[in-house]
């Protein structure tokens, strides 16, 4: 199963680290990604490969656990997506 999502959000929010939302807390129509501290990058994830490899992890424990592109894995924002209904 791949990690990348079909098809990326319409609008996005930055996931506030005090909030101690799941993977398994998002609603159907929310989207899993992150956007690179270094560099910028933003990614969408599939959430059922995310559970699939890391379990039902808290958000704000996924920001080191996210790598990018240009292979950093420190300080990685976590986004919550929202598709169109």
Not at 37 to 46: D, H, K
Request: with cysteine.
């Amino acid at each position: 199963m791949r990690l990348k999502a079909p098809f990326p959000p319409s609008t996005y929010v930055e996931h506030n680290p005090a909030m101690y939302n799941t993977i398994k807390g998002l609603q159907e129509w929310e989207v899993l990604g992150a956007r690179c501290s270094a560099c910028g990058r933003i990614g969408w994830l599939n959430k059922d490969a995310v559970l699939e490899r890391w379990g039902d992890q808290y958000l704000m424990n996924l920001r080191s656990r996210f790598r990018c592109d240009c292979g950093n894995r420190t300080d990685n924002v976590v986004l919550i997506g929202r598709l169109p209904r």
